[in-house]
């Protein structure tokens, strides 16, 4: 149990700490499947089938060793049956690993079909595609129930095998005996040992390969586990870049450009240039798809520029240290994720310092979620329920984790995008407070397609499949077909 619980460990930090495109290609249902079931076969193994495997061997040998020493003309017949047996074992467990392979993709795809499916059951609810989901989820059922039907059945001709190779040796040792006792060279009391202690090597020999194509199985299923452990951890995380006395908040794409890994033909940015003043407010507008999220993706690197570079104070973001970077950086998304804890620890959650009540209730004031925190059942102390929160008051808990930060940049992602309009104006005079505070400049980075939103804006980017049409304030912005006004 310690050895799974160490594996488990190794496994889980190795996938943490992997590229975010590790994590576009690879699905959530077959990563905790690996985690799951994969690691517990892993167990069996070790709790199990070593410890049998051992013990048959130690016995089969001091079966055999006495067998030659009784007559080695009737413990050669048997060994050969022995290396027959051994055979079809080989083979068995070959056919039992690759099966088990199999088993273990199968039952990860119907578990990710499941997970989906019962975290967009509204979804499903309202289109009414009820039957169409459990037929994605029946047609990976019948693939595992093939390949178990298939292991059925090779587990009855492993079976089947040994009962005739079995009962073979016990015919030649009678015959062959019998007719060594004719000719004087064993007794009938050896032959009564030879006979027993030849049953003894033999189901030795049969539980050795039944324990084996249950290892091979185990290692079949924990394969694709120690393949992920073997992933070496991002490069951001292993190298030590360096930390600025203080981040002034001057950013710079410098002619960047960018595909996505998982579709490496599509440009997503070509040849971007912006400059970014400390204590800025840039807002980046255009149509979906145009690459207003990806910037802001680049420029957490979440992911790397394909070509070109960012500069943050004149330094290349791949030299500065990512974890303190991003310490300094405030983020909005949105579609906020909150974690399912109470809502005081998913205001606190990520903040480098240490935090009190009071700088919690501060920046949840300044979000305007104060009051309706209080309202809720337990307060600040109320576990975060998918049914609890409106999209508004999610966003407003994530506002309040930011600014919560005091971050050098801001960055909002359609941070007002499930607002109302009360709701909204509030947030921007927020906004407006945070960048003109004069203790704590900061640059302040803007992604929405309301132009109410961003009009106060020092600037503003208008992005166009993933290239820059204009720049400038937003009464001389021509490309007004882009607002939702």
């Known amino acids: 149990m310690n050895l799974v619980k160490r594996l488990r460990e190794r496994l889980y930090s190795a996938l943490l700490f992997q590229e975010i495109s590790f994590f576009d290609s690879e699905t959530v249902g077959d990563l905790t499947s690996r985690l799951g079931a ?10 199990n089938d070593l410890n049998m495997i051992l013990r048959d061997v130690v016995q089969g040998m001091g079966a055999l060793i006495y067998l030659l020493s009784l007559s080695w003309r009737l413990t050669l017949s048997t060994m ?6 051994v055979m079809i074992m080989l083979l068995y467990g070959r056919y039992q690993k690759k099966a088990a392979k199999l088993t273990q993709e199968f039952t990860a795809c119907a578990n990710e079909v499941a997970q989906e499916t019962f975290s967009l059951m509204r979804t499903v609810r309202v289109y009414g595609t009820e039957k169409q989901e459990f037929g994605r989820y029946e047609q990976w059922l019948k693939k595992l129930a093939d390949v178990s039907l298939r292991q059925s059945v090779a587990y009855g001709w492993w079976h089947l095998s040994f009962s005739i190779l079995y009962h073979s040796t016990q015919v030649i040792a009678v015959l062959v005996g019998g007719t060594s006792i004719i000719t004087g060279h064993i007794t009938a009391e050896q032959l009564t040992k030879f006979i027993m202690y030849c049953e003894w090597l033999i189901y030795s020999t049969w539980r050795i390969g039944d324990n084996l194509a249950s290892l091979m199985q185990s290692v079949g299923a924990s394969e694709k586990v120690f393949q992920l452990m073997d992933f070496a951890p991002s490069d951001q995380f292993l190298s030590k ?10 950013i710079e794409f410098v002619n960047v450009s960018f595909r996505y ?3 490496a033909m599509v440009p997503v940015l070509q040849h971007v240039n912006i400059s970014i003043h400390p204590s800025e407010v840039v807002a980046i507008v255009g149509l979906s798809g145009s690459g207003k999220s990806t910037l802001v993706n680049l420029l957490l690197r979440l992911y790397e520029p394909t070509e070109g570079q960012i500069l943050i104070d004149g330094f290349s973001l791949r030299e500065l240290d990512i974890k303190w970077l991003r310490e300094r950086i405030g983020f909005v998304g949105q579609e906020p994720p909150l974690f399912r804890m109470n809502i005081i620890s998913n205001i606190r959650y990520g903040c480098p310092r240490d935090i009190k009540q009071e700088d919690v209730e501060f920046a949840a004031k ?3 979620a104060h009051d309706f925190i209080l309202s809720l059942p337990e307060g600040y102390e109320t576990l975060v329920d998918d049914d609890l929160l409106s999209g508004g008051q999610k966003q407003r808990i994530a506002i309040a984790r930011a600014i919560l930060r005091d971050p050098d940049i801001l960055i909002l992602d359609e941070a007002t995008s499930a607002l109302d309009a009360e709701s909204e104006h509030y947030v921007k005079e927020v906004l407006r407070a945070v960048r003109n505070d004069s203790k704590a400049k900061r640059t302040v980075i803007v992604i929405a397609h309301r132009l109410s939103t961003i009009q106060a804006a ?3 980017v208008v992005m166009d499949g993933g290239q820059i049409l204009e720049v400038g304030q937003a009464r001389h912005i021509r490309s007004k077909q882009i607002f939702l006004v």
């Open 458 to 460: 020092d600037r503003i």
């Open 80 to 85: 050969v049956i022995c290396c027959a047996l």
């Open 366 to 368: 300044q979000a305007y």
């Open 38 to 47: 994969d690691c517990q076969q892993v167990s069996r193994v070790i709790g």
């Open 241 to 250: 870049g360096m930390k600025l006395q203080r981040l002034m908040g001057h």
């Open 261 to 263: 890994p998982s579709r």
